[in-house]
């Protein structure tokens, strides 16, 4: 490539050289050829010869070889052609006039003819090196990503590229139309008034840059249009023009979008607090840990930061070999399956929590480590275990009473006197009463699981109901005397008949249970506006205020001296929790007041339907 520019260098030198200094003298002696061998006289026209070689030659070659034909002209115009030349030995005034005359004239002629065609030459080449650089303009602007479009201070277009014609719904020329009345400004008020705002901040501050979005027929698009103005140099005329340009950013802009989705959902959920999250490397130092991970661990930001605790520092030794089997995976996978541990908090106290991690910078191998609070879990399944061994404990105990009296009775059956047979057969109706009890609990407990419990509604008289029952619990219990009150003698309500027996025999078990054998027990009935209310207060040990808030807890049992010995003093915590879900079931409140050594009070309300 260097070789042939080279070789064209030199062969536009010596063309030049050999246009400018070694034609003359070639065509003058082509000239001198010429008329020597014609049968015209040598001085017919000679002058016009010589001046249109002198100017033939400044055209062409340049002052210079202007001046070589003048001095080859003169030459040959006296030694060749002028007979008289040689004999004249003395050169007259007139010749010498003649002479200097003709020489100025084509001095002059040279001179004028070179500047002049130099000048042709050059008004040539700018000419079509501005024809090329349009060109090339054109064949940049129709191949550019995105379109452009010049317009001039009135909006009106004077050049666009093939991307921005489109847009347009035909392919006419846009040439002279505005740009205002050409899509997608068309016919889109928003678009065409941001569009003279961009004109006018152009014209402000030289050029406007401003993300927008196009609707090109049903297909939504993002570009950045970029609106540039340009004050052309002339001072007879001086214009503005515009250049209005766009590059398609649509795949950018969802890009922007999905990454904003990602970040608002990471800071939702780092804000939400929902789980513990720390950025760490896999030496196990925090960089970084939200409220949610330093409130379960009893620490503060700067205790891992500056004075160098560790997630692994908060973790007992027998978890280590689960730590290193993570950052492992994390090395090869690129994250960790979560696995249970525990952690040390500040006040030494352990927290069970669920573990797992996730490599967020592989250069400096930090990672998102995810903690999860498992404590009520834990709490759950220990519960769960209490739980089976309640169930087993309690259907054990009369199981056991029920098979023991029944092996005495076969055993004994024909020894056995009246008296004590009754006794046993007492014995044995209270133990299937409690195992009833049990069982229906257990049935109860797992409908209000499901939500499965179904009320049977109907309308029955609530003050001898209620009578009834303390009646019955009264043959049962005889150390206790059950008084009912009422503020009416008749009150009607509409509800689940044996469900509310149900709370109420709760209620006053619990009532005798847990009272002096030598107090009463009070059952209050008000009827209310719109409610009825039944309070069961007894004059017993009470609770403790702590326990106040628990006792409608499923499983919660008072922790205190054991209660009085009778026939109903064992339970699995759940009839006070079962009475609760049994009386919202009803849309009516359950409460309990009670002062320790005191007094205790249970209540429950339930709407009322007719009073009579």
């Known amino acids: 490539m260097i070789r042939k520019s080279l070789i064209k260098q030199t062969v536009k030198i010596f063309g030049g050289l050999f246009i400018s200094f070694i034609s003359p003298f070639l065509t003058t002696a082509l000239l001198v050829i010429i008329r020597l061998s014609s049968p015209l006289t040598p001085n017919t026209s000679i002058y ?120 347009q719904k035909n ?14 400004w068309k016919n889109n008020l928003t678009l065409g008034t941001e569009l003279r705002e961009w004109f006018s901040k152009s014209d402000l ?17 993002f570009f950045s249009v970029n609106l540039t103005t340009i004050n ?45 999250m720390t950025i760490e490397d896999s030496s196990g130092h925090v960089y970084d840990a939200n409220d949610a991970f330093l409130n379960l661990v009893g620490y503060n930001l700067e205790d891992f930061t500056k004075n160098n605790i560790t997630r692994k520092g908060i973790t007992p030794k027998e978890y280590y070999a689960h730590i290193e089997r993570s950052y492992k995976s994390l090395e090869e996978k690129g994250y960790s399956i979560p696995f249970q541990k525990e952690y040390v908090k500040s006040n030494g106290e352990r927290v069970p929590v669920l573990v797992a991690s996730v490599l967020i910078d ?13 404590s009520a879990q834990q709490k759950v399944l220990n519960l769960k275990d209490e739980f089976i061994g309640v169930i087993t404990h309690e259907l054990k105990t009369p199981l056991m009473t029920l098979q023991g009296y029944v092996d005495i009775l076969e055993r004994d ?5 009246k008296k004590d047979l009754k006794k046993y057969v007492d014995i044995i109706s209270r133990q299937n009463v409690r195992l009833s009890k049990l069982v229906n609990d257990l049935i109860d407990f797992i ?20 009578n009834r029952i303390a009646n019955e619990i009264d043959l049962l219990n005889t150390n206790h005397v059950i008084s009912v009150k009422s503020n009416k003698p008749k009150i009607i309500v509409s509800a689940d008949l044996y469900r509310i027996e149900q709370v109420i025999t709760n209620l006053l078990t619990n009532a005798i249970k847990f009272s002096p054998q030598d107090k009463g027990i009070i059952i209050e009935i008000e ?17 403790p205020k702590e326990d106040i808030s628990k006792v409608f807890d499923k499983f919660f049992q008072v922790k205190m001296a054991q209660p009085q010995t009778w026939k109903f003093n064992k339970s699995m915590g759940l009839g006070l929790y079962i009475s609760s879900e049994i009386v919202k079931k009803h849309k009516g409140k359950i409460g309990v007041k009670s002062e320790l050594n005191k007094s205790t009070t249970f209540f429950f309300t339930l709407p009322t339907h007719i009073e009579k």
Do not use: C
């Open 413 to 417: 059956m024909d020894t056995v006197d």
């Open 48 to 167: 016009l010869g010589f001046t249109l070689l002198i100017f033939l030659h400044a055209w062409a070659g340049g002052f210079y070889s202007g001046l070589i034909s003048t001095f080859l002209s003169f030459v040959v115009a006296n030694f060749v052609f002028s007979n008289n030349f040689s004999q004249e030995s003395q050169l007259s005034a007139t010749f010498i006039i003649t002479t200097m005359i003709f020489i100025g004239q084509a001095i002059i002629i040279s001179f004028l003819t070179s500047n002049f065609a130099r000048r042709i030459r050059k008004d040539g080449f700018v000419k079509r090196n501005l024809e090329y650089k349009e060109s090339m303009l054109k064949n940049i602007i129709d191949t550019v990503y995105g379109f452009i479009v010049v317009t001039d201070q009135n909006g009106n277009i004077i050049e666009n590229n093939e991307a921005y014609q489109l847009f």
């Open 447 to 466: 409908k209000l699981s499901k939500d499965s419990m179904v009320l049977n509604t109907e309308e029955f008289e609530l003050v001898e109901f209620i």
């Open 362 to 374: 592989e250069k400096n191998m930090r990672a998102l480590t995810l903690t999860v609070d498992i």
């Open 232 to 276: 052309t140099e002339n001072s007879t005329n001086p214009t503005k023009l515009y250049v209005v340009s766009g590059m398609d950013i649509t795949d950018r802009k969802i890009y922007e979008q999905e990454l904003e989705s990602v970040k608002n959902s990471y800071t939702k959920l780092v804000d939400s607090n929902i789980v513990g």
């Open 205 to 221: 501050y030289g050029q406007y840059v401003q993300d927008s979005e196009f609707k090109l027929g049903s297909v939504k698009k």
């Open 171 to 184: 392919s006419e020329s846009l040439e002279g139309k505005s740009i205002f009345d050409t899509y997608p």
């Open 527 to 543: 009827q209310l506006e719109k409610t009825v209310k039944v309070s069961v207060t007894d004059f017993g040990i009470g609770i």
